[in-house]
């Protein structure tokens, strides 16, 4: 029973070792992207669902608790947003931005979503002097 004992300790040992070893080498990798690229994919974007997550009703916009719109950020990167689209092009597909316009770029909200979920996220879109798409991201504050 001793040795039973014995070698399950050793293997508990090896397990815990190579968790540690794990979290050292691969932690922060799995860390951000849990926290911080995860909750931007996986929904695919639809102008309805788009404009039904930014609308509220009341005194509570649900758009600050969830983040419908956050999971539809690799789709709109990666399909819908691509360099060089016309700025009237994008605004036909997310409407207009009402938040505050800097260095020529729109910012619409997106939820809280990244890290705690604590902190609104916003998609970023700047566009060029020709009003076309120069950058796509999203940003948390």
């Known amino acids: 029973m001793f040795e039973a004992l014995l070698k399950a300790g050793k293997w508990l040992f090896i397990a815990i070792w190579l968790t540690v070893v794990a979290s050292v080498f691969f932690g922060q990798s799995i860390t951000t ?22 609308q509220c009703a009341g005194s509570t916009c649900e758009l600050n608790r969830s983040c419908t719109r956050g999971g539809m950020f690799r789709d709109l990167q990666r399909n819908h947003l691509m ?17 505050p316009n800097r260095n020529s770029c ?21 566009y060029n002097n020709e009003n076309r798409i ?6 948390q504050s």
């Open 106 to 126: 729109a910012i619409y909200p997106l939820g809280m979503c990244s890290g705690l979920g604590i902190d609104m996220d916003y998609l970023d879109i700047c």
């Open 134 to 139: 120069a950058s796509v991201g999203h940003h």
């Open 83 to 99: 360099l060089g689209t016309p700025r009237t092009m994008v605004e036909q597909k997310l409407g207009k931005s009402h938040e």
């Open 33 to 54: 992207f849990v926290f911080h690229e995860l909750p931007f994919m996986g929904k695919t974007f639809t102008k309805v669902e788009w404009e039904n997550a930014g």
